[in-house]
Nanobody, 115 residues
Framework: QVQLVESGGGLVQAGGSLRLSCAASEVTFRGYVIGWYRQAPGKQREWVASISAGGVTDYADSVKGRFTISRDNAKDTVYLQMNSLKPEDTAVYYC?????????WGQGTQVTVSS
């Protein structure tokens, strides 16, 4: 059954913005550190940002200052606000727990940034 549902991706020009959402279904984010990850064509999946149950955030150097992760515990949803997008941000974006105990990976949401 579906566990993680990512949405909000799309095609945007460099410098533009997108807001991604990830909703938990049949599982929960409550109490866990949740991360956003991305996988570009021909590359391994990489961690992008994470947020603790208490709202402490952390970011990969490549997105620091441009991306903001947040969560709504009542809705069991995590968000990723992406600003000043660059072509190198093009990838499929996923969410999941960060420190093991991964849920079944969702389909992800495609983000394409044109130059």
């Amino acid at each position: 059954q579906v566990q993680l549902v990512e949405s909000g991706g799309g095609l945007v020009q460099a410098g533009g913005s997108l807001r991604l959402s990830c909703a938990a279904s049949e599982v929960t984010f409550r109490g866990y550190v949740i991360g956003w990850y991305r996988q570009a064509p021909g590359k391994q999946r990489e961690w992008v940002a994470s947020i603790s149950a208490g709202g402490v955030t952390d970011y990969a150097d490549s997105v620091k200052g441009r991306f903001t992760i947040s969560r709504d515990n009542a809705k069991d949803t995590v968000y990723l606000q992406m600003n000043s997008l660059k072509p190198e941000d093009t990838a499929v974006y996923y969410c999941n727990r960060k420190y093991g105990g991964y849920y079944r990976w969702g389909q992800g949401t495609q983000v394409t940034v044109s130059s």
